[in-house]
């Protein structure tokens, strides 16, 4: 009730009393449309007729990881005239995930002053760009009412938290020319062994293998496996149907953390790494090195929702060719009936494929009843999906989410000695 | 809203002390007008001021006319001050932290009941002369005055302002481990 609401309710007013006035030719009752006159011209003769107002917001980090705070400060310059009142209210974006401070305030604005806001906040996981500031300012009589967006953009990063894990092992049928620690199956200088030939001259003796020398008389060299950086794609799978309906989105946070993990490990191994989103759409970054392409992964996983597309339903629509042939792949997903075809296929093709089967905390159910039988039933299905991956070559590592990632990453480096 | 409610039954009680004795059928009636304010400002419900507005000057007008002009013309100003501070509380959103409140509401009440009792203060002053007026020339009065007020407003609304201002691009103070 301010601005041009307010003026023709006063305005309304006026006019009924005069008329009133008027048809009962009573000059007292017209004496009383005086007050009301005044009080219209006086409140409109006090309006200020030009707004000038500046934005700013400063944030404490422009990126930051799920679970950190931030501290936002907002300011709103007045560089016109004195201003009555003048209201700011940031946006809900941020406003909702308030730990301090306050997100609202009103005051009068001298020529020259400065409204700021100051809270902390502590964003979840995603992308928030409060580009806009509303802000509303009045007269104190109210018969004019402003409201204005003043540009202010603020792109905030808010990464998921991941825990570092360690080395992940990867098996894949190429590798790269340049040093990492995905072993090449070739070899040459390394930590593991591989294999042995006989001497060449110009071989360093510090591989000759002395048994050998020892019971043939033969001088045979001993070679290691040479450890090379390896292309690797993980695959975020963000198919809302395939997470429990209960514990959906705190399964689908966890997968979120463990991609991260695995992105920050391979690239700080040196491998080049990429990452396919795979839900209500398909979001492709592709294969990089170095911090930028870190960056690039985490803000590909900070803008991952769950959600559902008929097009996406199961893996088979996997876009394979955006794979570099024999390369690694890393599935993260809590994975359904079905799935499995499409990862032996993968296999097939050549590709080195994890699965990293996020499963949520088990509840507690009595298995007497009929949800625990039902439970039962649906755990040796997907049992029975996964020794089908097994059988297939695909490397399977079943991660519940309430333990650390790393025992199970460390379980892929067992493993991938012996594939 | 302590201050809206407070100013709106001072002006009621004002507008209906001299009616009261009149023996109107519906004078109980009359007391869903301070209910249906202080509804109107605690549920933020602006068609419920309006109406509360307007049944309290009628009430006054219903004092003016029956000869009881000074308490009519008391009840004015506190009707507008009522009006001006409930708009004000509807017009600051809930949770809204409001600095100087003491300065910005001891404008408000300066400016609404000065407006407000100037006028009932010239009301009181016309009251005491008699002018032979005729009453085609208190039409033209009275249209005189409302052209003047619908100027003001046209001069007014035009001049709504643009405010939106070229901010600066927003500088974020540290990167934590930004990207080299």
């Known amino acids: 009730m301010a601005g041009p609401h307010k003026l023709a309710g006063e305005l309304g007013l006026l006019a009924l009393v005069l008329v009133v006035g008027l048809t009962l030719a009573s000059p007292t009752v017209l004496l009383l449309a005086l007050p009301i006159a005044i009080h219209v011209t006086l409140g409109l003769l006090l309006t200020r007729r030009f707004l000038k107002l500046r934005a700013t917001r400063h944030l404490s980090n422009s990126r930051t990881h799920h679970g950190d705070g931030i501290d936002v400060e907002l300011s709103i310059e007045n560089l016109g005239q004195h201003l009555d009142l003048v209201l700011v209210t940031e946006q809900q974006t941020l406003a909702k995930h308030v730990t301090e401070g306050t997100t609202s305030s009103a005051r009068t604005l001298c020529a020259g002053g400065t409204l700021t806001l100051s809270y902390s906040a502590q964003p979840p996981r995603g992308f928030y760009n409060p580009a806009q500031v509303p802000v509303y300012a009045r007269d104190l009589l109210g018969f004019t009412n402003w ?12 990464f998921p938290s991941y825990d570092p894990v360690g080395r992940v092992g990867l098996s894949p049928h190429r590798t790269l020319s340049v040093p990492g620690t995905a072993r090449s199956r070739r070899g040459g200088e390394g930590i593991q062994f591989f294999a042995t030939r006989p001497y ?9 293998n002395w048994k050998a020398l020892a019971r043939r008389h033969q001088t045979v060299i001993n070679l290691y496996e040479q450890e090379r950086a390896a292309e690797l794609t993980v695959v975020l799978d963000g198919r809302e149907w395939a997470y429990e309906p209960v514990q959906g989105q705190e399964t689908f946070e966890h997968a979120v953390r463990a991609c991260a993990a695995l992105c920050d490990s391979a690239i700080r191994d040196g491998h080049r790494t990429g990452l396919l989103f795979y839900g209500e759409r398909l979001e492709w970054i592709p294969l990089g090195s170095g911090k930028v392409q870190r960056e690039r992964l985490l803000q590909g996983l900070a803008r991952a929702e769950l959600g559902f597309s008929e097009a996406f339903a199961d893996l088979g629509n996997l876009p394979s060719r955006l794979f570099p042939s024999g390369s690694s792949v890393i599935i993260v997903s809590p994975f359904t009936t079905g799935d499995e075809e499409a990862l032996g296929m993968l ?13 949520p905390a088990p509840s507690p159910v009595t298995e007497s009843t009929p949800l625990g039988l039902a439970t039962r039933l649906a755990k040796l299905e997907r049992q029975l999906m996964l020794q089908v991956l097994r059988v297939a070559g695909v490397r399977v590592v079943v991660w519940r989410v309430d333990s650390p990632l790393s025992i199970a990453i460390k379980a892929t480096r067992w493993r991938s000695r012996w594939s | 809203m302590v201050l809206s409610v407070t100013a709106y039954l001072a002006a009621f009680g004002l507008a209906w002390a001299p009616v009261i004795d009149r023996g109107l059928p519906w004078a109980m009636f009359l007391f869903t007008l301070p209910i249906l304010w202080i509804l109107g400002t605690t549920l933020k419900f602006p068609l419920a001021l309006t109406v509360g507005l307007y049944g309290v000057v009628a009430l006054a007008g219903w004092a003016a006319f029956s000869d009881a002009l000074f308490p009519a013309l008391a009840a004015m100003p506190l009707a507008l001050l009522a009006w001006d501070s409930a708009s004000l509380t509807l017009w600051l959103r809930k949770g809204c932290e409001v600095q100087d409140k003491v300065g910005i509401w001891q404008g408000l009440i300066l400016r609404s009941i000065g407006a407000g009792a100037a006028g009932s203060a010239i009301a009181l002053g016309f009251a005491r002369f008699e002018l032979a007026l005729p009453f085609w020339g208190l039409v033209g009065l009275l249209v005189t005055v409302w052209l003047v007020l619908a100027a003001l407003r046209r001069a007014t609304g035009r001049t709504q302002p643009e405010p939106v201002v070229n901010s600066p691009p927003t500088q974020a103070r540290s990167h934590e481990d930004g990207i080299s």
């Open chain 1, 147 to 158: 409201t204005a967006h003043l540009s202010c953009p603020s792109p905030l990063w808010v």
């Open chain 1, 200 to 208: 060449i001259p110009g071989d360093s003796l510090r591989h000759l």
């Open chain 1, 347 to 359: 296999r097939a093709r050549g590709y080195d494929v994890l699965a990293l089967v996020s499963e």
